[in-house]
């Protein structure tokens, strides 16, 4: 195990890594809404079940371990994070929204809400909970 993998911080991000879905898989639409559920429909639609534990139980450990949750969050929610962001940003270049509404603040909450709906709560997200997360929250942020 230890000759593929320097320590189990490497093994358990290695893991987690795998288990994610990738960003990039998801085609977009073109229109900023639909972009928005789509891409997180797709980011969510892994984390249930003995994955979605996993998530959990990483970031119950994190606190003791800085740099698992360092990495967790370079390896694996940020790809995630940064492949929403570019819906934003190409949204903006198409006009749909302000670019000056990107602002590192407005991003954190999106990414927070998702973390917090995907990793900290009980129950998966049905299409009603991404829709009204879009809806409610992510567009009037942007908007």
Known sequence: MYRRWPDTTSLVIDTLDKLRPDPVTY???GILRDDLIGITRHMTATQTGVKADAF??????AHRHPQLLARFGSQVLNPLFEAMTDVLREAAARGEISAARLTPVILEVLHALIVKR??????????RHITEMVDEVLLPLVA
Do not use: M, Q, V, W
């Open 56 to 61: 959990r139980s990483l970031l119950g450990e």
């Open 27 to 29: 085609l977009r639409i």
């Open 118 to 127: 995907t990793l900290l709560d009980k129950h998966a997200l049905t299409e």
